[in-house]
């Protein structure tokens, strides 16, 4: 009886509260379907697979080869993933070999950091012409 009494004096004073998602208006803040993340440019993704034929065809489309994407240029991802067909790529198309991403490192510490010998050969013998 007691829970019976309880439960009716809830409903009573929930259905004199009488809120409705209807009545918020549109002063409530509504869900956005949009994507916040900012994403890697289709040139570092192709420089990161390592396919030669993408960045050679975007090169000869415009694309910079020393724009920076999440902070990184692709002579960054070139380095750090041991892409050396595509690190020569790069430079042959004018990549600053001593541009410095936003975290204030080079293509050079990065092949250090990865151990990536080949890219590191690469850039160091870029380095002496």
């Known amino acids: 009886m007691k829970k019976t009494i309880f439960t009716v004096a809830i409903a009573f004073v929930v259905a004199l509260t009488g809120v409705s998602a209807n009545e918020l208006g549109s002063d409530a803040v509504q869900p956005t379907?949009?994507?916040?993340?900012?994403?890697?440019?289709?040139?570092?993704?192709?420089?990161?697979?390592?396919?030669?034929?993408?960045?050679?065809?975007?090169?000869?489309?415009?694309?910079?080869?020393?724009?920076?994407?999440?902070?990184?240029?692709?002579?960054?991802?070139?380095?750090?993933?041991?892409?050396?067909?595509?690190?020569?790529?790069?430079?042959?198309?004018?990549?600053?070999?001593?541009?410095?991403?936003?975290k204030g490192m080079t293509a050079k510490k990065y092949a250090e950091l990865s151990h990536a010998d080949e890219a590191l050969e690469v850039l160091e013998s870029a380095m002496k012409k």
């Open 33 to 102: 379907t949009e994507n916040v993340a900012p994403e890697l440019s289709a040139f570092c993704k192709a420089v990161i697979q390592g396919d030669v034929v993408t960045v050679k065809k975007l090169i000869e489309l415009g694309e910079d080869v020393n724009q920076k994407s999440l902070g990184r240029a692709p002579i960054h991802y070139a380095s750090r993933y041991n892409k050396v067909e595509v690190l020569k790529v790069l430079i042959e198309n004018g990549a600053d070999l001593k541009k410095r991403c936003d």
